[in-house]
């Protein structure tokens, strides 16, 4: 079943008179429970696309359907709840507050939603042995590594049990050992039917997902699905897309 669907996205920003065109007409949809990857060249239009998809921007023209809501078609005072209550967000830079323990951090969209505090405490029961945070969750931010407060704002993107969770260069603060525990991490919370849409640079951390969708000026130019290959396989198989996209470029 499609959970989000992008018709003829066009995404254009103007300044002082001049025009830049950053999504020329983008068409993909997501099957429920997919895991993908965003991949470009800084400048390509995939992080104004996870933007658009996010609700933080508003697409040109075009149509961005979630959970069969037209995103065009939301009332401004709707739509931080929307936001909050169908998407999940995991940023590079964890976005976590140093005032709050762990756990705070992670209740903090339940709280804004009105949730239950019993409510709250189930919920993170479900998930803590998954994302193996019960050492640290009464712990501060600032007295864990990087990787584990990267596990405390999947946590908390999930923990709403949003329709989407979007990922933002997951990655790109950890070293390659956190790295790829957060992406198995984001597999096994996949596989538990969580559907994943991620932007990211790392040829690694994209061969976690189960398709990749390569944007290159505006528009998506390529894609691979992984089929049954292993991980090593696939990476291999994105890699050699990425060579053939710049030469192509370079032409």
Partial sequence: MKILELQDVKKTYRSRGIETQALKGVNFSVDEGEFIAIMGESGSGK???LNLVATLDQPTSGSIILEGQNLAH?????????RRNELGFVFQTFNLLDQFTNRDNIYLPLVLSGVRAEEMKSRLAEIQDQLMIG???????????????????????????????????????LD??????????FTRINENAQTILMVTHSLRSASYARRVLFIKDGIVFHELYR???DQEAFMERIHQAQTVLRKKVLA
């Avoid at 939301?74 to 929307?82: G, H, N, R, V, W």
């Fill in 47 to 49: 992080t104004t696309l």
């Fill in 74 to 82: 939301l009332k401004e005072k709707d739509i931080t709840a929307f």
């Fill in 135 to 173: 050492d640290f969750v009464d712990k501060y931010p600032y007295e864990i590594s990087g990787g584990q407060k990267q596990r405390i704002a999947t946590a908390r993107a999930i923990i709403t049990k949003p329709a989407l969770l979007l990922a933002d260069e997951p990655t790109g603060s």
């Fill in 176 to 185: 390659s050992a956190s790295a790829d525990a957060i992406m198995r991490l």
């Fill in 227 to 229: 089929g049954e290959e």
